[in-house]
C-alpha cells in the first residue's frame, strides 16, 4: 500500500477529516487535496515525507488517565452544576428572568476540576458554553468567546450586536455557561456575563482557584451583585488515596487481572505520597511510567505491567513540587 493509500484508510479508520490532518502536518488543506489528487506541482516528496511522518506519529498512542472514575471531585463538581440545572429548567419551563444563579466551584490548581467541568458539558442533556478565561480577557474578549462556543459568526460585528444576537439565542433555554479559570477576571467582566444570565434565564458557572473565592466574598463594591447571586459555593479539595485508587485501577484496567492485588496496593500507596492530591501530576506520572514500561527491553521482562521501580523512575523524570 502506497502511503497516500495509507492516509485515506487512516482518515476513513479515525474519523478524521483531511482538513485536520493537514493542520497536524503544518500545510495548507489545499496543498494535501492536490497531494491526494497527484496534481501538486510543488515538492511532492518533501509532502509525502511530511505524511509518513505525521502517520508514524500518530501509530502509538499515549494511554491517558480517564477521569470518568467517580471521584470525589467529580461528585462535588456534578453536585453544584446540577443545582444550576435545576434553576435553569424551571426558568426555561416557567420562562422566568430574574436574578442569575451562580454556582462557584474553588479549588487549588491541576486537582481535576477542569476535567469534571469537561466530562459534565460532555453529558449535559441541553447546551452548555464552556469557555477558559485568561489573565488578559476584556469584556469584549469574552463576549466573543462565547459567541464562538455557539459557533457564532462575529467577523466584522460590533460587540452589542454580537451581544445581542447571544442573548436572543440563549433566552428561555436551558443552557449553563461554564467558565474555568475564573479567577483571571476583573469584577466587570464577570459581570457582563452575569447581566445575559440575568437578561436570559440560563445558568452560570465560574470555576477557579481559591483566590476567586477570596475575590468575590471580598467586601469590596464590584463583587457586591456576584456575591449575592450564589446559588452554590462548592469548595474542592485535592484527590484522596480512595480517588486515586479509582484513577490507577481504571487506567491499568484492560490489564488489571494480572497484578497481584498487595502489589497493586503498594504501587498506589507510593503514587498517593508523590502526586500530593493532584491530577495533573497523576496524569504526568501514569503516563510517563506506562512509556517506560512498555519499551521493548521492559516489555518482555515485565509484559508492559507498571511496576513500582518503573512509577520511580517516572518520578525521577517529572519535576514535583
Known amino acids: ?34 497531494v491526494r489528487k497527484g496534481t501538486y506541482s510543488g515538492d511532492r516528496e518533501a509532502i509525502l515525507n511530511k505524511i509518513e511522518s505525521y502517520l508514524e506519529r500518530h ?65 449535559y442533556g441541553a447546551k452548555s458554553i464552556f469557555i477558559t478565561a485568561e489573565n488578559s480577557d476584556t469584556a469584549n474578549i469574552i463576549i466573543r ?74 467586601q469590596r463594591a464590584e463583587y457586591e451583585y456576584l456575591s449575592s447571586r450564589a446559588a452554590v459555593w462548592m469548595g474542592v479539595s485535592e484527590l484522596k488515596i480512595g480517588d486515586i485508587d479509582l484513577i490507577v485501577r481504571r487506567f491499568i484496567k484492560p490489564e488489571l487481572e494480572l497484578y497481584k492485588e498487595e502489589e497493586l496496593r503498594g504501587i498506589i500507596s507510593y503514587i498517593n505520597i508523590v502526586v500530593k492530591g493532584s491530577a495533573r501530576i497523576l496524569e504526568n506520572l501514569l503516563g510517563m511510567a506506562y512509556s517506560i514500561a512498555t519499551e521493548p527491553e521492559n516489555f518482555s521482562k515485565t509484559g508492559g505491567l507498571l511496576t513500582l521501580s518503573y512509577i520511580k523512575a517516572a518520578e525521577s523524570m517529572l519535576v514535583i513540587i
Not at 7 to 18: D, T
Not at 25 to 31: A, E, F, K, P, Y
Not at 72 to 99: C, D, P, T
Open 1 to 34: 500500500m502506497d502511503i497516500i493509500q495509507e492516509l485515506e484508510r487512516f482518515s476513513e479508520e479515525k474519523q478524521i477529516s483531511f482538513s485536520k490532518i493537514a493542520k497536524g502536518m503544518g500545510i495548507g488543506s489545499s496543498t494535501l487535496s492536490e
Open 59 to 123: 501509530k502509538e498512542q499515549m494511554r491517558r488517565i480517564d477521569f470518568v472514575a467517580e471521584t470525589q471531585v467529580k461528585k462535588k463538581v456534578f453536585h453544584a452544576i446540577n443545582m444550576i440545572k435545576k434553576y435553569v429548567a424551571s426558568n426555561a419551563r416557567n420562562e422566568i428572568l430574574g436574578s442569575a444563579k451562580i454556582a462557584y466551584i474553588t479549588g487549588r490548581a491541576g486537582i481535576g476540576k477542569t476535567y469534571a467541568l469537561r466530562e459534565y458539558v460532555k453529558n
Open 145 to 218: 468567546k462565547i459567541a464562538l462556543a455557539m459557533k457564532k459568526d462575529i467577523d466584522r460585528r460590533r460587540i452589542e450586536e454580537i451581544k445581542e444576537e447571544i442573548k436572543t439565542t440563549l433566552k428561555f433555554t436551558e443552557t449553563i455557561i461554564i467558565v474555568d479559570e475564573s479567577e483571571h477576571l476583573k469584577p466587570k467582566v464577570i459581570d457582563i456575563v452575569r447581566a445575559i444570565a440575568d437578561q436570559t434565564g440560563i445558568g452560570l458557572v465560574f470555576a477557579g482557584t481559591e483566590k476567586l473565592r477570596t475575590q468575590i466574598l471580598s
